[in-house]
């Protein structure tokens, strides 16, 4: 799944909308009474993606396990459109210059103003963890509130903090020192706070292009640090793969 380096790289690219004018939009291949709207802001909140529109109709997208994104120029994006299925691509929208197809992404809302769900998907979720206000110390205090659950559990949920998936929640319990499975109660209230700083600088610096991994798919490789066996095992509900060192990352440190 995207996570939210991945949809903040695609807000980043979007950019270039801002002040163009919508000349086609489609969703699974129905035409959308947008056409002729101007995009007037392109931001992400975690994994969700919001396009807005001139008359306060709102876009959101979220890719889901498998969607993805192509940012084209109009002529390879009409020539891309024609070669596939309606059904296929998600949404797509189109200005004089450029076209921008989402395919196979689950959700896909085009919500007016005064629709009574507006908002209501953003509202659900944490603190953006890529956010320019982004406080650490409030999603340490927000993921305090999970003592019983493992860490790696309470990094995923998306209303304690939104965008960490399962690549940054191994990553940044690699880079913190703490196995994943450690229940939240027995981190202290430091160490908390240096997960969700972590979590910020490393996905900032995947936004930035700087993505290597260092415990994430590296099943039975060396730990870069101490040497020992990178370990991969199930953890939470639905079960999601996990990797950690057992050599540097204490299940009991706090």
């Excluded at 959101?60 to 120029?73: E, I, K």
């Amino acid at each position: 799944m995207p996570e939210g380096d991945s949809i903040r790289r695609v807000a980043n690219a979007l950019a270039v909308l801002v002040g163009q004018t919508i000349e086609r939009a489609t969703t699974q291949g129905l035409v959308r009474a947008i056409a002729g709207r101007t995009v007037t802001g392109v931001d992400a909140h975690g994994k969700q993606l919001f396009i807005d529109l001139d008359d306060d109709t709102q876009l959101r997208v979220h890719q889901g396990m498998n969607g993805r994104f192509r940012a084209l120029s109009r002529a390879a994006g009409d020539a891309q459109l024609a070669r596939m299925s309606p059904g296929k691509v998600s949404l797509a929208i189109a200005t004089a210059t450029h076209a921008f197809l989402w395919i196979t992404c689950p959700t896909v809302e085009i919500v007016p103003r005064r629709a009574p769900r507006r908002g209501m998907a953003e509202a659900s979720l944490g603190p953006d963890v890529l956010a320019g206000g982004f406080d650490a110390r409030e999603a340490a205090r927000r993921a305090s509130a999970h003592p019983q659950r493992t860490i790696g559990e309470v990094l995923l949920d998306q209303r304690v903090a939104a965008g960490i998936g399962n690549i940054w929640k191994t990553e940044v319990c690699f880079a913190c020192r703490v196995d994943p499975r450690t229940l939240v109660c027995n981190l202290a209230e430091h160490v908390l706070v240096q997960i969700y700083e972590a979590a910020r600088e490393l996905m900032q610096q995947s936004v930035d292009g700087d993505r290597a991994f260092s415990a994430y798919t590296r099943t039975g490789k060396p730990c870069p640090r101490c040497g020992a066996p990178i370990a991969a095992y199930q953890l939470g509900d639905p079960p999601r793969w996990t990797w950690s060192c057992p050599g540097c990352q204490s299940p009991s440190r706090g």
